[in-house]
Antibody, heavy 118, light 107 residues
Framework: EVQLLESGGGLVQPGGSLRLSCAASGFSFSSYAMSWVRQAPGEGLEWVSAVSGTGGSTFYTDSVKGRFTISRDNSKNTLYLQMNSLRAEDTAVYYC???????????WGQGTLVTVSS | EIVMTQSPATLSVSPGERATLSCRASQSVSNKLAWYQQKPGQAPRLLIYGASTRSTGIPARFSGSGSGTEFTLTISSLQSEDFAVYYCQQYNSWPLTFGGGTKVEIK
């Protein structure tokens, strides 16, 4: 059974940093691209970032370029999102998800809440 | 960036009735279109990919159609567990983009 478990969310002040983790199990982690998708309170879904199976290719939405860094450790079956220079508009539930170019986001974690507020 | 537009924003349907949800892309996404269902407090779930292929375990009452810029999700006979928010998403080009969602509520 595929399981994705996010952690690392919490309350952070504007301008601060946070690192999210996503522990994966039940599938061949290194064979899948992975992604982060976020959802602000009461709002829709927004894709944030993606990384290839090897970690060699990364993609970002414009609003987080230069502030967020996606990475993965295939030896630990873990995906990361380093978030710097956080803004109030980054407040959201952050989901990790498997991604394939043939079927979109197949599997999702339950999400971790990031709140940026003073 | 490809903009995905869903309509209507809210759809009121009685149990057992048919629901038709629309999704339009600002430029062609070929058939690289997925539909997701999200219930309150839960993560989204993949329903349809490739515009018309049901994901594993998705009931046959869910069907998708379309290609290029116009897509439709049809729920043939709404069950109580189908009342939720539905999102379309294109994965034809970066950045990946979602529609704003359609809330299917009980009439």
């Amino acid at each position: 059974e595929v399981q994705l478990l996010e952690s690392g969310g919490g309350l952070v002040q504007p301008g601060g940093s946070l690192r999210l983790s996503c522990a994966a199990s039940g599938f061949s982690f290194s064979s899948y691209a992975m992604s982060w998708v976020r959802q602000a309170p009461g709002e829709g879904l927004e894709w944030v970032s993606a990384v290839s199976g090897t970690g060699g290719s990364t993609f970002y939405t414009d609003s987080v370029k230069g502030r967020f860094t996606i990475s993965r450790d295939n030896s630990k079956n873990t995906l990361y999102l380093q978030m710097n220079s956080l803004r109030a508009e980054d407040t959201a539930v952050y989901y990790c998800a498997t991604y394939t170019g043939s079927s979109g986001f197949d599997y999702w974690g339950q999400g971790t809440l990031v709140t940026v507020s003073s | 960036e490809i903009v995905m537009t869903q309509s209507p924003a809210t759809l009121s349907v009685s149990p057992g009735e048919r629901a038709t949800l629309s999704c339009r892309a600002s430029q062609s996404v070929s058939n690289k279109l997925a539909w997701y269902q999200q219930k309150p407090g839960q993560a989204p779930r993949l329903l349809i990919y490739g515009a018309s292929t049901r994901s594993t375990g998705i009931p046959a009452r869910f069907s998708g159609s379309g290609s290029g810029t116009e897509f439709t999700l049809t729920i043939s006979s709404l069950q109580s567990e189908d009342f939720a928010v539905y999102y379309c998403q294109q994965y034809n080009s970066w950045p990946l983009t979602f529609g704003g969602g359609t809330k299917v509520e009980i009439k």
